[in-house]
């Protein structure tokens, strides 16, 4: 896996994490693939994991006892997901969706293949993946924040802090101040993501 950092005066480092740099991993029933971003703590024990996933077929989601999970189409025509409550439509466009893991909701895919990205939280991690607005600040006081964009865009901190990014990127290590996402093509969906947690501390 290729990680950038890049540590500016002495504040804490950005690091970029970018999906074209990790294998994917087959699922075991063949309907797709998985990217894992990033985990905390490391391994089965983990208490947050951001993923990016392929999905090729219909099929239900692995149930996840415990978890509260966030689900956003970010490629693709999008899925049509039954849960409990009904089914949800969601494209690109849809805010991203926060179900309970053990639910293991049918998918159904609109018009051939999506790729999306999945936030799951458990062990009293508390979390949101929600949708960024172009050139929009944020400032929601998260212990752990990060970015994800589809398309080239640029992380803008304060003046003296700016990171291009790739397309399908992660950037981690936002720290607390505003900050904001600068897209070529503001079409393109780009995501904030916050825990409150902190990584690299004990649990």
Known sequence: MNVQSAVIG?????????????APQAWRNGGGSTRELVAWPAG?????RLSLADIDAAGPFSAFAGVQRWFAVIEGAGVVLSLTDGERRLTP?????????ACAPGCRLIEGPTRDLNLMLRGGV????FRAMHDTPCAEPWRWRACFTTGAARWQGDEARAV????LTLLC???AGPCRLV???AEL????IGADIEMGTPA
């Open 10 to 22: 002495d504040v804490p480092p950005l690091t970029q994490i970018r999906a074209a740099d990790l």
């Open 44 to 48: 089965p024990a983990w208490r947050l």
């Open 93 to 101: 466009q849809s805010e991203p969706l926060c179900f309970d893991g």
């Open 126 to 129: 508390r979390g949101r993946l």
């Open 164 to 167: 291009e990014l790739d397309a």
């Open 173 to 175: 290590g936002l720290g």
């Open 183 to 185: 897209a070529r093509d």
């Open 189 to 192: 969906p780009m995501f904030w």
